[in-house]
C-alpha cells in the first residue's frame, strides 16, 4: 500500500518522465546511461542498494541525475532515494581523488599507532582526514575496520588491502 | 606434483600473499619444479602471514612471514622437498597455536581449498546436511536446542529458542538470514571462515532451512570484505551446481538457496533490525522489538536472523549431535567459541576453544603478551561496545554468565589488547564518537546522547567543571542504557563506564589537562 501511495506523489510532483526530459545531449545520456544501470535491479531484494553500488562502481559516485532515475524505476518518491543514499557512508556525491586511501581508525587499530598514523599521513600529504587534494589526485579516508585487527594498523589503498601498515607503506602505494 | 599452500584470507593478502603465490608460480616455471598452488584459508596464525605451506612426506611444512623478495632463496633452500630454511616453522599442525586449539567451526580453515567441494567432503563436510535430510523439523532444531548454542554475534541469545520461534511460525514464506555485517573492531572470524570455508556457512544455512521450513536465504555482508564476497559468491556456484542449494537439496525434495547482498558502510546494519530495513533496500533504521523478527521480519515474514559462526556451528552439530557439542563449555556456555586476539599483541590470529579459558591464557599463552613488548594495560572484550577490563581482571574464565557479573560480555570472542600507552580517557571519548558516526538517529538517547557525551568527554579532558561533568556523565550513561531502542546507544556506555570503573587515574582532572595540552 505504501509503495502505491509514493508511487502516485512521485508521479504528481516531480513531472520528470524519462523520455520527456527537456535536458539536451549530454544530460539525456546520462539519464540513459543511469536507467540501463539502474533498471536490472528493480524487483530485486534491495535493488536499491545493489543499484547505487553498481552505479558508484561505473561511474565512481552518484550523480544527481540517480535521483529521478532511481525514483521512477523504484517507485519511490526522490526525498526516499535521497534518505537511503545519504543513510550510507559507501555512497559518494562526488568522485574520489584519483587515489583513495582509507585508513583504519578503529580500536585495534588504536592500539598500535593509527591516531599517530592518521596524524602522519595528513602532515605528508597535507590533507586532513576525509579530504581530497585540489588537483584531486588523492582522497584520504577514515574507515571503521577492515576486518585485519590481528595485523593491525590496516588500511586499503586503491582498493588494495595494507596490513602493518605505516605511512612509508601506504605512500609507497600512492601512485604519483 | 607437490602441493604449496599460500592463503587467499584477506590479511595474508594485505601481507602480500597474492605476490607472494605468483613470485612462487613463476619461480616454479622458471626452474622447471612441478608444484600446485593452492590457495587455502588462513589458519588462524596471522603474524605469520603470509605463511606458505608445503606438502612433504604427508605433513605440511610451514615457512612464515615470507615475502616475495624471499621466493628464490626458498627454492635455493629446497623448500619443495627440505624444511631448512630460516622461516622455517616446521610443521604446521605441531606448532603450539594450533595444537592447543578445539577447532570444532573452524576445522576446515586454512586447511583446504576453500572452494574444492570434494576436498570439503573428505575433511567432513555435507554430514551434517546430510544427516538433517533425514529427520524432520522438530529433530534438526531439537538437536540445535540441545548443543545449548548461543547466538555468536554477541548477544549470546539461546539458538534453538529462535530456531523453534521460526520453525512453529506460520507463514507462506520463511526466510533465513546471515548477518555478515561483521563491523565490530577486534572481530574477523566471519570474515575468515568465509574466505577460508565458506561450505560450512552454506551448509549451515541449508541446514537450518530445512529446520525452519524456509526456502529463501540471504547472506548480509559488508562491503569491506571483497575477498569473502568473491569466495563466496564462487562457492555458491560450485553449490548450486553440485545440488547442495536449490530445487532439490541434495535430492531431498526440499528447496533452499541463498543469494549474498552487499551492505554499504553502516555499522548499525548488524543490528539485526537494522540489517533487515536494509536488506529491504531501505535506510538502516532500527525497528522496534516486538514484534520479533523471528515472527515479523524480512519482508514481515518469519526470518531466521543468525551471525555467520552460529550458522556455520550448525552442520558438525548435525553431524556429531546436540550432546558432542554441548560437552564443550562450561555452566550455560556451551561449545566452542573462535577467540580473536588483536590490537597490540604479539600473536595476533583465531584461537577456538571451549568457554572456560581465562582472559590471560589467551593473551599471555596463546598471544604472547603485547606486540610493543611494553607492559599490558587494558583490554576490550567484543567490540566497540565492549567492556574495557583491566590487569587484575585477567583470570576471569571467558564464559557468558561469569563476564556479565563483571559489567562485560563476551560479545563476539574479540579481544582487543592496549599496552600501557593508551589513555582510556581518550577511549572512552572514542566510544561517543563512534557512536554519534553510526548512530542510525532513530531514538533520541542515542542520537544525542553519543553527542552530549562526547562534548562531556571534552570538558572533562580540559579539566573544565570537572566534579560536575563527571556526574553528568553517570547520568548520560544510565539515561542512553534505559532509554535506546537498540544496543547502539544502550551499549555505548559499557566501555565509558568500564573505562572510568577500572582506569579511574586517566579521568583525572590532573592528568586530563596535562593530556589535553
Known amino acids: 500500500m505504501r509503495l502505491r501511495i509514493s508511487a502516485a506523489l512521485n508521479k504528481g510532483m516531480t513531472h520528470q518522465p524519462l523520455d520527456g526530459c527537456v535536458r539536451e545531449g549530454e544530460a539525456h545520456a546520462m539519464t540513459e546511461k543511469l536507467h540501463d544501470i539502474i533498471a536490472p535491479y528493480v524487483g530485486e531484494t534491495g535493488g536499491l542498494i545493489s543499484a547505487m553500488h553498481a552505479v558508484q562502481a561505473e561511474l565512481g559516485y552518484l550523480p544527481e541525475d540517480v535521483l529521478p532515475v532511481a525514483a521512477d524505476l523504484f517507485n519511490q518518491t526522490k526525498a526516499e532515494v535521497k534518505g537511503v543514499i545519504s543513510f550510507y557512508a559507501d555512497f559518494r556525491d562526488q568522485r574520489a581523488g584519483a587515489n583513495h586511501v582509507r585508513v583504519c581508525v578503529a580500536e585495534s587499530c588504536q592500539s598500535v599507532g593509527s591516531r599517530e598514523l592518521v596524524t602522519a599521513l595528513e602532515e605528508r600529504f597535507a590533507l586532513k582526514l576525509g579530504e581530497t587534494d585540489l588537483a584531486r589526485e588523492l582522497t584520504i579516508e577514515p574507515v571503521y575496520c577492515l576486518g585485519l585487527c590481528s595485523v593491525s594498523p590496516a588500511a586499503e589503498v586503491n582498493g588494495k588491502l595494507v596490513a602493518k601498515a605505516d605511512a612509508d607503506k601506504i605512500a609507497e602505494r600512492v601512485e604519483a | ?517
Open chain 2, 1 to 517: 606434483m607437490i602441493k604449496i599452500y599460500v592463503p587467499l584470507d584477506s590479511a595474508a593478502i594485505a601481507l602480500g600473499a597474492d605476490e607472494v603465490a605468483e613470485a612462487i608460480l613463476s619461480e616454479a616455471q622458471k626452474r622447471d619444479a612441478s608444484v600446485q598452488l593452492v590457495r587455502n584459508g588462513s589458519r588462524g596464525m596471522h603474524w605469520l602471514e603470509p605463511l606458505v605451506e608445503v606438502e612433504q612426506e604427508g605433513k605440511r611444512i610451514g615457512f612464515a612471514n615470507v615475502d616475495e623478495g624471499d621466493v628464490s632463496s626458498l627454492f635455493e633452500a629446497g623448500f619443495l622437498t627440505k624444511a631448512d630454511h630460516q622461516s622455517c616453522i616446521g610443521e604446521v599442525d605441531a606448532h603450539p597455536f594450533l595444537a592447543k586449539q578445539e577447532r570444532l567451526t573452524f576445522a576446515r580453515c586454512g586447511i583446504i581449498d576453500p572452494l574444492d567441494i570434494d576436498a570439503y567432503q573428505e575433511h567432513g563436510g555435507l554430514v551434517g546436511l546430510k544427516r538433517a535430510i533425514e529427520l524432520n523439523r522438530e529433530e534438526i532444531v531439537g538437536d540445535v536446542m540441545l548443543s545449548g548454542l548461543r547466538g555468536r554475534g554477541g548477544a549470546g541469545f539461546p539458538a534453538g529458542i529462535k530456531c523453534k520461534t521460526v520453525s512453529e511460525a506460520e507463514a507462506d514464506q520463511k526466510y533465513i538470514v546471515c548477518n555478515a555485517d561483521e563491523g565490530d573492531s577486534g572481530t574477523f572470524a566471519d570474515r575468515m571462515i568465509m574466505e577460508g570455508d565458506p561450505f560450512c556457512l552454506i551448509e549451515g544455512m541449508a541446514i537450518a532451512g530445512l529446520g525452519v521450513g524456509a526456502t529463501k536465504g540471504y547472506i548480509y555482508l559488508r562491503s569491506e570484505y571483497p575477498v569473502a564476497l568473491k569466495v563466496l559468491n564462487q562457492a555458491i556456484e560450485i553449490a548450486r551446481e553440485n545440488n547442495l542449494l536449490g530445487d532439490n537439496v541434495l535430492g531431498s525434495n526440499r528447496a533452499f538457496d541463498l543469494d549474498v547482498f552487499v551492505g554499504a558502510g553502516a555499522y548499525i546494519c548488524g543490528e539485526e533490525t537494522s540489517l533487515l530495513e536494509s536488506l529491504e533496500g531501505k535506510r538502516g533504521q532500527v525497528r522496534a522489538k516486538p514484534p520479533l523478527p523471528a515472527l515479523e521480519g524480512l519482508f514481515g515474514k518469519p526470518t531466521l536472523v543468525h551471525n555467520v559462526i552460529s550458522l556455520c556451528s550448525v552442520p558438525i552439530i548435525l553431524a556429531k549431535g546436540g550432546e558432542y557439542y554441548a560437552d564443550y563449555g562450561m555452566g550455560k556456555s556451551k561449545g566452542t567459541l573462535a577467540f580473536q586476539l588483536a590490537g597490540n599483541i604479539a600473536q595476533g590470529g583465531l584461537v577456538e576453544k571451549a568457554f572456560g579459558l581465562s582472559l590471560r591464557t589467551l593473551i599471555e599463552d596463546f598471544g604472547g603478551g603485547t606486540r610493543s613488548g611494553r607492559p599490558f594495560r587494558a583490554v576490550q572484550i567484543g567490540g566497540p561496545l565492549g567492556a574495557y577490563l583491566p590487569e587484575d581482571l585477567l583470570d576471569l574464565p571467558m564464559d557468558y554468565e561469569t563476564l556479565a557479573e563483571h559489567g562485560a560480555g563476551v560479545g563476539h570472542g574479540g579481544l582487543v589488547v592496549f599496552d600501557d600507552q593508551v589513555n582510556l580517557r581518550e577511549q572512552a571519548h572514542y566510544a561517543f564518537e563512534f557512536c554519534a558516526e553510526e548512530s542510525c538517529g532513530k531514538c533520541t538517547p542515542c542520537r544525542v546522547g553519543a553527542v552530549r557525551g562526547t562534548e562531556v568527554m571534552e570538558r572533562i579532558a580540559k579539566g573544565e567543571d570537572w566534579a560536575q561533568n563527571m556526574v553528568l556523565l553517570d547520568d548520560l550513561c544510565e539515561l542512553m542504557v534505559d532509554g535506546s531502542l537498540c544496543a547502539m546507544g544502550g551499549m555505548t556506555p559499557i566501555p565509558v563506564m568500564s573505562a572510568k570503573k577500572h582506569f579511574p587515574d586517566d579521568f583525572e582532572p590532573d592528568q586530563a589537562a596535562r593530556a589535553a595540552e
